[in-house]
Nanobody, 122 residues
Framework: VQLQASGGGLVQPGGSLRLSCAAS???????????IGWFRQAPGKEREAVLC????????YYIDSVKDRFTISRDNRENTAYLQMNNLKPEDTAVYYC?????????????WGKGTLVTVSS
């Protein structure tokens, strides 16, 4: 499975961004069969899990600080997942990664894409 995150950039506090994660794989690959998660790593900090979705579990928020601001969705026909980020704050500045797991948002993620940098600054 190959993943490519995109959509990062510089945004002012209070602004919005939508990140995309395009997935591809073997013949017949369907992103809808996988859990897909978004993770981030801020400068000087460890990577943290942000949000995930799977057919079994629906949206799973790993951290409270994004619950009212970030949403996850996916277009299974396009094998693409999205992270909509609203009301961005400077503390959201990080490299954002998408990853997949075969069944659950609570298992170890198997496949990772390269990240996309989000910078929230005035």
């Amino acid at each position: 499975v190959q993943l490519q995150a995109s959509g990062g950039g510089l945004v002012q506090p209070g602004g919005s961004l939508r990140l995309s994660c395009a997935a591809s794989g073997f013949t017949g690959f369907r992103l809808g069969n996988y859990a897909i998660g978004w993770f981030r790593q801020a400068p000087g900090k460890e990577r943290e899990a942000v949000l995930c979705v799977s057919d079994k579990e629906g949206p799973t928020y790993y951290i409270d600080s994004v619950k009212d601001r970030f949403t996850i969705s996916r277009d299974n026909r396009e094998n693409t997942a999205y992270l909509q980020m609203n009301n961005l704050k400077p503390e959201d500045t990080a490299v954002y990664y998408c990853a997949t797991e075969r069944t659950s948002c609570w298992n170890t993620f198997d496949y990772w894409g390269k990240g996309t940098l989000v910078t929230v600054s005035s």
